[in-house]
């Protein structure tokens, strides 16, 4: 057998030795098995939590004081939220979808209409809906042909949406505790709302409408049912003169429907013109269309039920 003699080493062919990598001055330390890890992270809400509470406790300050202090004063902070309403819609119609429903005769009227229904009631706020829509032909006329059935149609809708059923809270206060069936109407919406928000956050599993709505789920609205009929029971035998706590569980069912289907009306709206909120004017909750959203339609649904339960006052 031949002995194998040692290679020669014939370094310009022998491969470069690759650097080590410079340690770094102050090296990340290694995590220590003994500490707990960091708990996971919740899912968020969406929206900026504290500002969203610091408004909504801001603006419940100020309709309750308004409310109980100078009932003229209350129908004043209607009929501006409304005028604030009227403006945010029109401007996301026209900005989305090129639609011009004219403001200003929407804004006027929608204020006179407000006042009427407290002034007149029912009669006042038809009166006032139909001089509205009239006004709103009328102001069209003064622009170019194109579009006018589509603008004012959307002009006539608006109408309808935003200060006609906004009129059916002013007509609640006319009651000799007006106050009193107001601040249900308030209580059992925002009650509703909570309840399906907490609910639906911590439960929800089962969508509710996944293309109108993705966040809202069938244990949510199951959440709104039971705190409004809670909340409606109490409201109903405490709050509301002649009343009984099971009519308060039949208002507060028909507030939950009512809450979430205005709620859904309005992220139908808001799809099709392809945005989140109607404005930016309330931190944490959007726009004041985005919190009339529930409060519009629930409005004429309660102010029946409290003239079928105990007249009207």
Request: aromatic share 8%.
């Amino acid at each position: 057998m031949f002995r194998e003699e040692p290679p020669q080493a014939r370094p310009h062919h022998m491969p470069q030795a690759q650097p080590f990598p410079a340690v770094p001055q102050n090296p990340e330390p290694m995590p220590d098995a003994s500490q707990p890890a960091p708990p996971p992270q919740k899912k968020s809400a969406g929206r900026d939590l504290s500002a969203a509470i610091g408004v909504g406790v801001g603006l419940g300050v100020v309709i309750v004081a308004s409310l109980f202090v100078v009932k003229a004063v209350f129908v004043g902070v209607v009929a501006v939220a409304v005028v604030v309403g009227l403006w945010e819609l029109t401007k996301r119609l026209e900005e989305r979808k090129g639609i011009r429903a004219p403001l200003v005769p929407l804004a006027v009227g929608g204020a006179a209409m407000v006042v009427a229904g407290y002034v007149r009631g029912a009669e006042g706020a038809w009166v006032a809906m139909a001089l509205t829509a009239l006004a709103v032909l009328v102001w069209r006329m003064t622009e170019p042909p194109e579009d006018y059935l589509r603008d004012v149609t959307a002009g006539v809708f608006a109408a309808f949406y935003v200060p006609f059923l906004a009129t059916f809270v002013t007509m609640m206060l006319t009651a000799d505790d007006g106050a009193w069936r107001v601040l249900t109407f308030l209580l059992l919406t925002v009650v509703s709302d909570t309840g399906a928000y907490a609910v639906g956050w911590r439960f929800g599993r089962t969508k509710l409408a996944p293309r109108i709505s993705p966040g809202k789920t069938r244990e949510g609205l199951l959440g709104a049912v039971s705190f409004a009929m809670v909340a409606g029971a109490l409201c109903m035998q405490f709050l509301i003169d002649d009343g009984h706590w099971w009519q308060g569980l039949l208002l507060g069912l028909a507030v939950a429907a009512s809450a979430t289907l205005g709620d859904l009306g309005e992220s139908m709206i808001k799809r099709d013109l392809g945005i989140k909120d109607m404005g930016t004017l309330l931190p944490g909750h959007g726009g004041i269309m985005d919190r009339l959203d529930s409060l519009l339609p629930t409005a004429p649904v309660v102010w029946l039920l409290l003239v079928l339960f105990v007249g009207s006052g």
